[in-house]
T-cell receptor
Framework: DAGITQSPRHKVTETGTPVTLRCHQT?????MYWYRQDPGHGLRLIHY???????DKGEVSDGYSVSRSKTEDFLLTLESATSSQTSVYFC?????????????FGSGTQLSVL | KNEVEQSPQNLTAQEGEFITINCSYS?????LHWLQQHPGGGIVSLFM???GKKKHGRLIATINIQEKHSSLHITASHPRDSAVYIC?????????????FGKGTKLSVKP
């Protein structure tokens, strides 16, 4: 299994509070992604990174920011959490940029915003 | 933007049955992914294919590029195959490297 660790695995927070989710990899892969998974939707891309300090927005980036100061860590921050951000968040990594590349996923973070 | 449709949404089978899950997409692609999401939530990449057929154990994935259609087959199904199966295709014109994911097919195999 690819070495990807997400933390925390579960979090309950209140509306308006900041939240940071962490993704840590030991594979030295260049590309890292944050997805959210909601009932009735496929996985949707929030942000991704193509290198240290290089990030870009995905299709559902509003209300989220990311940072990547080291190859192995990709942080997702909800500056002021809202109930619509209650979701399961997955981090993924890949070695190549090409869309025909294999993705490896973390175990997910269940976030509940009350 | 590519659109992805999976069918069926839910599938219940008896142990030993042959299972087929379908995936259709709207825009020509370079490769298609099949993923498995376990009941505990973890997601594993099963196949990535751009033409023809790939086989891994009891799982077989096929793709017809002209018809924009892929199938995932499970032979001699087992309760441990119970999971959500997801197909994904490139989202050309979207974020670099982005994939569009289907909503998944929930498979339940009864002993």
């Amino acid at each position: 299994d690819a070495g990807i660790t997400q933390s925390p695995r579960h979090k309950v927070t209140e509306t308006g509070t900041p939240v940071t989710l962490r993704c840590h990899q030991t594979e030295n892969h260049r590309y890292m992604y944050w997805y959210r998974q909601d009932p009735g939707h496929g996985l949707r891309l929030i942000h991704y990174s193509y290198g240290v300090k290089d990030t870009d927005k995905g299709e559902v980036s509003d209300g989220y920011s990311v940072s990547r100061s080291k190859t192995e860590d990709f942080l997702l921050t909800l500056e002021s959490a809202t109930s619509s951000q209650t979701s399961v968040y997955f981090c993924a990594i890949s070695e190549h940029r090409d869309r025909a590349r294999k993705l490896f996923f973390g175990s997910g973070t269940q976030l509940s915003v009350l | 933007k590519n659109e992805v449709e999976q069918s069926p949404q839910n599938l219940t089978a008896q142990e030993g049955e042959f299972i087929t899950i379908n995936c259709s997409y709207s825009v020509g692609i370079s490769a298609l992914h099949w993923l498995q999401q376990h009941p505990g939530g973890g997601i594993v990449s099963l196949f990535m294919l751009s033409s023809g057929k790939k086989k891994h154990g009891r799982l077989i994935a096929t793709i017809n590029i002209q018809e924009k259609h892929s199938s995932l087959h499970i032979t001699a199904s087992h309760p441990r195959d119970s999971a959500v199966y997801i197909c994904a295709v490139p989202n050309y014109g979207g974020s670099q490297g982005n994939l569009i994911f289907g909503k998944g097919t929930k498979l339940s195999v009864k002993p």
